[in-house]
Nanobody, 123 residues
Framework: QVQLVESGGGLVQSGGSLRLSCAAS???????MGWFRQAPGKEREFVAA????????NYADSVKGRFTISRDNGKNTVYLQMNSLKPGDTAVYYC?????????????????WGQGTQVTVSS
């Protein structure tokens, strides 16, 4: 059973940066990894994803050019570097792992989920 633990969330001013981390345990880490977020009163939405090899990435239009997903397979960890943060980025951020994924943006494709980390961007 794969376990995912996110960290790195917090309160930041608009225009600031945060780096989220997601540490995986209990598996081989040969998964595609994704980040999703859910703001209060809104549905969960896709943020970014990366293939196991790191050769493929996918980003939501709303974060392109501001967020960067990366992974260190030696540390079983995936990261989300978030720059130029906006109040609209405020949400709980979740990482997720998928053994096989074809529709990167669909949360249904992911098999394992972390508990989430809160990101709050003040104006």
């Amino acid at each position: 059973q794969v376990q995912l633990v996110e960290s790195g969330g917090g309160l930041v001013q608009s225009g600031g940066s945060l780096r989220l981390s997601c540490a995986a345990s209990g598996g081989s880490f040969q998964y595609a990894m994704g980040w999703f977020r859910q703001a209060p009163g809104k549905e969960r939405e896709f943020v970014a994803a990366m293939s196991w090899s790191g050769g493929l990435t996918n980003y939501a239009d709303s974060v392109k050019g501001r967020f960067t997903i990366s992974r260190d397979n030696g540390k079983n960890t995936v990261y989300l570097q978030m720059n130029s943060l906006k109040p609209g980025d405020t949400a709980v951020y979740y990482c997720a792992a998928a053994e096989i994924v074809t529709r990167w943006m669909s949360g249904d494709e992911y098999d394992y989920w972390g508990q989430g980390t809160q990101v709050t961007v003040s104006s």
